[in-house]
Nanobody, 116 residues
Framework: QVQLVESGGGLVQAGGSLRLSCAAS????????MGWYRQAPGKQRELVAL???????NYADSVKGRFTASRDMSKLTWYLQMNSLKPEDTAVYYC??????????WGPGTQVTVSS
C-alpha cells in the first residue's frame, strides 16, 4: 500500500511559477510510473506529465516547455515545476503512481489557481 500527498499548490499571478511535490509513504520502485494529472472545474481529469519506467518524461502539449517533472527516489518524492503559468492552468493537480502489478494510487490533490 502506498499513500501519496501533494503539496505546493496555491494562488499565483499569470507568468508566475509554482513547484508541486508528491511525497509517497511506503516503497517506490524504478519500475513504477509516476505522473501528474489535473482537473479543472467542469472538465475531465487530464494527464499533465509522466515519468515512465525507462526514465525521461512525457508532457501534455499544453504544458511542454513550461512544466518540468522530476523525481528523487531517495526522498520517495516527485515534483512538477510549473513556470510561465497561465489562467488556463487553474485546476486541482493530482499525483499518481502505477505499478507493474496494475495497482494505481492517487493523492488527494492540491489546488493551483492562476489569476490573470
Amino acid at each position: 500500500q502506498v499513500q501519496l500527498v501533494e503539496s505546493g499548490g496555491g494562488l499565483v499571478q499569470a507568468g508566475g511559477s509554482l513547484r508541486l511535490s508528491c511525497a509517497a509513504s511506503g516503497s517506490i520502485f524504478g519500475s513504477d510510473v509516476m505522473g501528474w494529472y489535473r482537473q479543472a472545474p467542469g472538465k475531465q481529469r487530464e494527464l499533465v506529465a509522466l515519468i515512465p519506467r525507462g526514465g525521461g518524461t512525457n508532457y501534455a502539449d499544453s504544458v511542454k516547455g513550461r512544466f518540468t517533472a522530476s523525481r528523487d527516489m531517495s526522498k520517495l518524492t516527485w515534483y512538477l515545476q510549473m513556470n510561465s503559468l497561465k489562467p488556463e492552468d487553474t485546476a486541482v493537480y493530482y499525483c499518481n503512481l502505477k505499478r507493474l502489478s496494475g495497482e494505481v494510487y492517487w493523492g488527494p490533490g492540491t489546488q493551483v489557481t492562476v489569476s490573470s
